[in-house]
Antibody, heavy 123, light 107 residues
Framework: QVQLQESGPGLVKPSETLSLTCTVS????????WSWIRQPAGKGLEWIGR???????NYNPSLMSRVTMSVDTSKNQFSLNLTSVTAADTAVYFC?????????????????WGPGTMVTVSS | DIQMTQSPSSLSASVGDRVTITCRAS??????LNWYQQKPGKAPKVLIY???SLQSGVPSRFSGSESGPDFTLTISSLQPEDFATYYC?????????FGQGTKVEIK
């Protein structure tokens, strides 16, 4: 079955760019929506954005000015860049797959998640 | 953004208890409501999607329902492996938003 794995630096300096990659295995990245979600320690979940395999994106308005997502279908990977990070961006970052199928049926639930990767913003 | 309000924020229950968690959206979201279970150090896992559909592989003691503006997750007979934090999520509006979570602890 489809599995996801996040990768990237665990420590990023303030004002720099956080870059993460999610590798999809056990299935194709094509014809699916993929999302990034984050969770600060001890807090709730925040949706960052989603990307379709064609490259179409939707971002959370609260982060839109700093977020870019991209997809590399040849590598079965999609990526997240978050610029100008501060301590408030310290969190566990998850990648996830939006459940495929008709939206009215699936409710765009996230049915496959990566294990998450901890990113700390600190000098 | 759509605010999702879960209640209670935490609860203590015993194995075998019936547990209900409620979620209310700040605006109408049709049935675009999902429930997740998260254990410490792990990614969330979808339990219910579309308000009432049980995700494949999830035990049938979990169920979801809708009544007016309220959505409910019910665990019919709490098992030891069910102690976790539960989140609701709306996906009718962008951005999708989550409730603040309900922590289910052992009594």
């Amino acid at each position: 079955q489809v599995q996801l794995q996040e990768s990237g630096p665990g420590l990023v300096k303030p004002s720099e760019t956080l870059s993460l990659t999610c590798t999809v295995s056990g299935g194709s990245i094509t014809n699916n929506y993929w999302s990034w979600i984050r969770q600060p320690a001890g807090k709730g979940l925040e949706w960052i954005g989603r990307i379709y395999s064609s490259g179409n994106t939707n971002y959370n308005p609260s982060l839109m000015s700093r977020v870019t997502m991209s997809v590399d279908t040849s590598k079965n990977q999609f990526s997240l860049n978050l610029t100008s990070v501060t301590a408030a961006d310290t969190a566990v970052y998850f990648c996830a797959r939006v459940m495929p199928g008709m939206v009215k049926t699936t409710s765009r639930a996230f049915n496959v998640w990566g294990p998450g990767t901890m990113v700390t913003v600190s000098s | 953004d759509i605010q999702m309000t879960q209640s209670p924020s935490s609860l203590s229950a015993s194995v075998g208890d019936r547990v209900t968690i409620t979620c209310r959206a700040s605006q109408t979201i049709s049935t675009y409501l999902n429930w997740y279970q998260q254990k410490p150090g792990k990614a969330p896992k979808v339990l219910i999607y579309g308000a009432t559909s049980l995700q494949s592989g999830v035990p049938s003691r979990f169920s979801g329902s809708e009544s007016g503006p309220d959505f409910t997750l019910t665990i019919s007979s709490l098992q030891p492996e069910d102690f976790a934090t539960y989140y609701c999520q709306q996906t009718f509006y962008t951005p999708p938003t989550f409730g603040q979570g309900t922590k289910v602890e052992i009594k």
